[in-house]
């Protein structure tokens, strides 16, 4: 079982299908749900606070915005434990944690600098599309094995 | 430790929200659901969550998929009666792929060859267009 | 309830979202995010004119628009984006821009940075609810009785007494201990006025240390510098029908508010760098060895280019100074180089942020040093005038408006 590590960092489609051929699929949520579930903080909505932001100058500078580098007290440390990932295109319609375009980029390359095996996808817009999207994703978590 | 998935349905599954909630009531499990426009929200100790996904998968294996979510159901901080309306933000990104679930589903039930794709168009060549714009213009 | 719709980006990824509720909160607003649909935020293109990579201000820019289609979904807007996003930046403006010319819902737009507090928010948060909740007020043009302003600053503490619709009396010492500064101003306010406090039917404080004030000499209106200033600028102005803009340099931080028939529409304020304050025009009068009164005349005979002033900073802004005079510099010359610096800044970093329109109106104490009106009407290119009693606005526009509680 291989850690894999989705983008959109979000993505329902990606982790289903992660986790459905038998691999561990690092996602967002895990990480808001440790955050909001963490009693002695008080920050809502997420309990980010601003120490995210200096949790995030591992990954980005202090002259990277603030939400680059409070998303990236999030995604950057699931980005340190993948063991391949799979990266679809940019849809257009990437929102909350998957919000801010710069994040995506950042993200993006620090995934595909780590040097574990990347397969880029887009999404599908048709059946045809949809099997072959499938079956590469398949054939890529099998190869992993 | 106790996690919350979301159980979405393939529009096109003969699996209703409502059948996945009666399902988890009549079972032997001990976790909370909520049920959605979408699907259903389960909230419960992980390795009891990851038991009964299991058989809720089974009820329609290509049609049904499991995200995760930080947020417990029903959670105030993002509850939008309770936080000025408007869906949170990370909302459209399932509608989004919601839409593409029946091209997943009817993809992950399919047996037969993987299709070939036609190549992406390329932008015409340029003498070709010269071509045009001459035939156009003469 | 005042309802504040938030079109963001990154607040909550900031950690500072708890901080936007609960200024709101104090003030006795609450935050709202208007509805949207998927499509909506896929057609914002159509709809508002771009869409851009980042989809939270697709987000942002769809429910801009959904304010604009349902003014009645909000009393006032906050648009919000990271400090040092330039994506954000464009869009933040024209977010401002968009609900400003397109809706008559009252809009404030900032950036923040993980260090912004409730309090940083607090006076701006304060002044949106104002123009919300005493329009009826704000419209009041004419001052009625006798009564008294106090704008406790953080530099100095003004003090006016109005009667029948006239500055009868005015007061101005420099603040050192709040409450004392105050009672010293406003009697030095009333000496002149030739009337006991007794007399005065009701007094308005405004400025850093309003409530500290308010409470201790029981003000019937204790308001934020922001509303209270640009009344009194058209007051003084005689500009209180159409537009107005508003430039405040203060000693600690600066205001720019664009104002629509005596009600302020948008507005900025900054308070990060010294260099772009009064106190730097200050330091700038202590190097030269002349009073801060001096400072302006010098500055109208001097040229800034002859100056070269390569740094923002305080610090480094005075640095610069020395090192010119140092070089065999004329003093006008630095003087001009300082007030244009100052105005320079306020030009680049707050004017852009809102609408300039005629007649641009500078007031507060820095509006005395001639040398800054000057400057700036060079940088906005159109005249820029200083009323009567300019230094005095913030007491005179609490004087007026505390009036206006009284037959209520």
Known sequence: MAKVIVYPPTSMILSDLVERNGHKALVVPEVVRRLVTANEIESPPLNITPEEPKKGLRYAAVDVPSGVRGRMSLIGPIIEEAEAAIIVEDPGWLTGCAGCSRTNELVRLLIRTKGVPVLDLSYPTNDAEAKVFVQKIKAFLEGLK | MLVTKYVITSSESNVLPSDIAMKIYGSKYDVNVKETCFGVIVNGEEEVINALIKEIRALDPAGIFIKDRGFPPGDPRRCRGRRGGGARPGFYMIEAESKMLPLISRALAWEGDIPAIPEKKKPLAIKRLEEIAKEGLS | ?408
């Open chain 3, 1 to 408: 309830m005042i309802r504040i719709a938030q079109l963001s980006c990154g607040s909550e990824y900031s950690g500072i979202q708890k901080e936007i509720e609960r200024a709101a909160e104090t003030v006795g607003a609450k935050i709202i995010y208007p509805e949207v649909s998927l499509d909506d935020i896929l057609n914002v293109e159509n709809t508002f004119g771009v869409s851009v990579s980042s989809g939270d201000l697709n987000l942002a820019m769809a429910r801009a628009v959904r304010i604009v289609q349902n003014p009645d979904l909000a009393d006032a807007v906050i648009v919000m984006t990271c400090f040092r996003c330039a994506e954000a930046a464009i869009i933040r403006s024209e977010i401002r821009k968009y609900v400003h010319e397109n809706s008559k819902i009252p809009v404030l737009s900032y950036s923040f940075t993980e260090r912004t507090t409730a309090e940083t928010l607090l006076t701006r948060m304060e002044a949106l609810v104002t123009t919300v909740k005493y329009r009826g007020l704000l419209a009041r043009e004419k001052q009625k009785g006798l009564t008294a302003g106090i704008d406790s600053g953080s530099t100095t503490t003004k003090s006016v007494v109005m009667r029948d619709n006239q500055v009868v009396g005015t007061g101005w010492v420099p603040t050192t201990e709040v409450l004392k500064s105050a009672e010293d101003a406003l009697q030095a306010a009333l000496k002149m006025a030739g009337v006991q406090k007794e007399d005065v039917s009701a007094i308005g404080v405004t400025g850093y240390g309003r409530f500290l004030v308010g409470k201790h000499i029981n003000a019937k209106l204790v308001q934020e510098e922001i509303t209270v200033n640009s009344k009194g600028a058209v007051f003084l102005a005689d500009a209180q029908k159409g537009p107005a803009t508003v430039i405040d340099i203060g000693g600690m931080d600066n205001k720019a508010i664009s104002v629509q028939d005596g009600i302020p529409g948008g507005f900025t304020m900054g308070g990060i760098c010294a260099g772009a304050s009064g106190r730097f025009l200050e330091l700038t009068a202590r190097r030269l060895g002349i009073d801060i009164t001096e400072l302006g005349k010098l500055a109208l005979k001097g040229d800034y280019r002859n100056v070269a002033m390569n740094s923002y900073c305080i610090v480094f802004g005075t640095q610069s100074l020395v090192n010119s005079l140092s070089m065999g510099c004329k003093p006008e010359d630095v003087a001009m180089a300082a007030c244009h610096s100052v105005a320079e800044q306020v030009y680049e970093q707050q004017l852009q942020e809102v609408e300039v329109k005629e007649p641009v109106i500078m007031v507060g104490g820095t509006s005395l040093i001639e040398g800054l009106p000057k400057a700036m009407e060079e940088l906005l290119q159109v005249k820029v005038s200083v009323p009567k009693y300019a230094q005095y606005i913030g007491a005179v526009g609490a004087a007026l408006l505390v009036s206006g509680l009284l037959e209520d």
